[in-house]
Nanobody, 124 residues
Framework: QVQLVESGGGLVHAGGSLRLSCAAS????????MAWFRQAPGNEREGIAS????????YYSDSVKGRFIISRDNARNTIYLQMNNLKPEDTAIYYC?????????????????WGQGTQVTVSS
């Protein structure tokens, strides 16, 4: 059974940092594309960071590029999202997802498993 469990969300002031974790079970992360998405109430789900299963290359949305970093620890079957210089517009529920492709992508339909999400709230 595939399971993804996010953690690390919370309340921070603008300009602060958080580190999200996604613990995976039921499969191995190595050579598996993984990504982080986020969704605020009333908004579309937004892909923000992916890590290619083929080569580990990272891809970021324009909204987070230069501020967020996706990484993985294959030995621990965990992916991370380091979020720096947080802004109020970053407030959302953050989800990790397992990809169906060998290449990195921020398209939600290319992912087949999702975590329960963790809330990130950035105060102004």
């Amino acid at each position: 059974q595939v399971q993804l469990v996010e953690s690390g969300g919370g309340l921070v002031h603008a300009g602060g940092s958080l580190r999200l974790s996604c613990a995976a079970s039921g499969f191995t992360l190595e050579h598996t594309t993984m990504a982080w998405f986020r969704q605020a109430p009333g908004n579309e789900r937004e892909g923000i960071a992916s890590s290619s299963g083929a080569a580990g290359s990272a891809y970021y949305s324009d909204s987070v590029k230069g501020r967020f970093i996706i990484s993985r620890d294959n030995a621990r079957n965990t992916i991370y999202l380091q979020m720096n210089n947080l802004k109020p517009e970053d407030t959302a529920i953050y989800y990790c997802a397992r990809g169906k492709s060998w290449y990195g992508t921020l398209v939600s339909t290319e992912y087949d498993s999702w975590g329960q999400g963790t809330q990130v709230t950035v105060s102004s």
